[in-house]
């Protein structure tokens, strides 16, 4: 099996929140797929609040879609771990991740079994919880919070920077 193609599209898409900022809003994301030979296509959304977008599309289809195509879609480390490599020259981890995800879909497509069986996994549910990127100040991290827990979400994952003194 080889990888024949990859494309990028952006899409938008209506949110209950912008989890940039505590408020509605829109998000906007890329629509990332790996298309193979076998006929099995990986896709995955690509979200990072600043690296979506045109650009993002425009570099995974310019930069990387040149050193995917022919590949062995199978080979999910070789080309990770090449793609890691080139985030120095520029290339965003988010691209980077979108193109591992849809290796990891083709690989359990083509064996038919789901991804976290491939990975390991033994369980048959998992705990839901809601993930933030950084946002302004602490009493925003709050207020979602409050929204999340009168959602239904019992668990939240923070996204934070600090300031070196």
């Known amino acids: 099996m080889r990888i024949t193609d ?4 952006v899409v938008r898409t209506d949110v209950p929140f912008d989890l940039r900022e505590p408020s509605q809003g829109t998000m906007e994301a890329n629509l990332v797929q790996v298309f193979t030979d076998a006929g099995i296509r990986g896709d995955y959304l690509a979200w990072e609040g600043r690296t979506t977008g045109r650009g993002l599309a425009d570099t995974i289809v310019t930069v990387l879609k040149p ?11 070789l080309i990770f771990d090449t793609l890691v490599s080139w985030n120095i020259k520029g290339i965003p981890m988010v691209g980077t991740g979108a193109i591992d995800v849809c290796l990891w879909d083709i690989a359990g497509k083509a064996l038919g079994v789901p991804v976290y069986k491939l990975m390991g996994g ?9 993930s933030t990127t950084v946002l302004p100040r602490p009493a925003d991290y709050a207020d979602l919070a409050r929204r999340l827990k009168a959602q239904g979400y019992t668990a939240m994952k923070l996204h934070v920077r600090g300031v070196a003194k």
Not at 67 to 77: H, I, Q, S, T
Request: hydrophobic share 40%; net charge positive.
């Open 6 to 9: 990859v494309k990028a599209a």
């Open 67 to 77: 050193f995917l195509v022919g590949k062995d879609p199978l080979d999910r480390e």
């Open 122 to 130: 033994y369980r048959d549910k998992v705990r839901v919880y809601a």
